[in-house]
């Protein structure tokens, strides 16, 4: 379903909107419309439901405490069995309890990286700068 909005666009921006849509060779109203679409994060249908509702919760969330879940990670224990992990799997030698280790400690990260994202979108949406990359 599609429906219908009218926004006032400043002049500066509705030029470089249209100077982007002939590049494009795109209609204004398909160019603004697939720009639109890539600064808004869906939520993915195929994430599990506990999932999808740790992003939406994120929303909700205080500035301070989405700055703090972008810089969540494994705490170093976890993050050097990981590492030690992926490395070991790369030689073809997990047993397989080590691979059950590998996949929850990997799905582990990956909730991390996808909660860290979604928070970096959702200050982005309020209007602040991302912050510098954390030093290794």
């Not at 002939?22 to 249908?45: H, N, Q």
């Not at 979604?118 to 030093?135: E, F, I």
Request: charge should be positive; include cysteine.
């Amino acid at each position: 379903m599609a429906r219908s909005v009218t926004l006032q666009v400043p002049d500066e921006l509705l030029q470089c909107s249209q100077r982007g849509a002939k590049a494009a060779r795109k209609l204004l109203e398909a160019f603004l419309l697939e720009r639109l679409s890539e600064a808004v994060a869906p939520l993915a249908d195929d994430l599990p439901p506990t999932v999808q509702a740790a992003l939406q919760t994120i929303e909700q969330l205080d500035d301070g405490t989405l700055e703090q879940i972008m810089r969540e990670q494994l705490p170093p224990a976890r993050q050097r069995v990981y590492s030690r992990l992926l490395a070991k799997q790369r030689q073809g030698a997990l047993t397989p309890r080590e691979q059950a280790t590998l996949q929850t400690l990997g799905d582990e990260a990956r909730l991390l990286a996808l909660k860290a994202a979604h928070a970096a979108m959702v200050l982005k949406w309020r209007g602040h700068g991302l912050p510098a990359p954390a030093a290794p």
